[in-house]
Antibody, heavy 116, light 109 residues
């Protein structure tokens, strides 16, 4: 069974940093591209970032480019999102998701709240 | 970057048919994927590709596409189909982005 479990969310002040993790199991993690997608309270889904299977290629939404960094550790079956210079508008549930030519499986999400 | 536009809300009587549409230039190049999201839950893939359903998704869900519009149809809507639905595709503007639709709230009456 495919499982994606996010962690690392919480309350952070504007300008602060946070690192999210996503532990994967039930599939060969190193063979799949992965994504981060976020959802602000009461709002729709917004794509944030993706990384290819070996970590050599990444892409970011314009809204987070230069502030967020996606990475992965295939030995630990874990995806990461390092978030710096956080803003109030980054407040959202952050989901990690697997890419099998389309985004097919999602984790349950972790809530990030940026507030003073 | 590309945008995908959906109607904000639709309603359907129990057992009737409802079609949800998604419009955007990227859909001329890529098929849409469709996701169902119930309150407090993660999205679930319901349709992908030309008209493919993942294992466990009822056959009352179907997809189609024409030009810049993709559609998700629920034939014989059930109470449990009440949810938000989002389309998704890759960006076709040359950027390595992905884009989600604005979302449609489906209410089953």
């Amino acid at each position: 069974e495919v499982q994606l479990v996010e962690s690392g969310g919480g309350l952070v002040q504007p300008g602060g940093s946070l690192r999210l993790s996503c532990a994967a199991s039930g599939f060969t993690f190193s063979s799949y591209w992965m994504h981060w997608v976020r959802q602000a309270p009461g709002k729709g889904l917004v794509w944030v970032s993706r990384i290819n299977s070996d970590g050599s290629s990444t892409s970011y939404a314009d809204s987070v480019k230069g502030r967020f960094t996606i990475s992965r550790d295939n030995a630990k079956n874990t995806l990461y999102l390092q978030m710096n210079s956080l803003r109030a508008e980054d407040t959202a549930v952050y989901y990690c998701a697997r890419d099998f030519q389309i985004i097919d499986y999602w984790g349950q999400g972790t809530l990030v709240t940026v507030s003073s | 970057s590309s945008e995908l536009t959906q109607d904000p809300a639709v309603s359907v009587a129990l057992g009737q048919t409802v079609r949800i549409t998604c419009q955007g230039d990227s859909l001329r190049s890529y098929y849409a994927s469709w996701y169902q999201q119930k309150p407090g839950q993660a999205p679930v893939l319901v349709i992908y590709g030309k008209n493919n359903r993942p294992s466990g998704i009822p056959d009352r869900f179907s997809g189609s596409s024409s030009g810049n519009t993709a559609s998700l149809t629920i034939t014989g809507a059930q109470a449990e189909d009440e949810a938000d639905y989002y389309c998704n595709s890759r960006d076709s503007s040359g950027n390595p982005y992905y884009v989600f639709g604005t979302g449609t709230k489906v209410t089953v009456l």
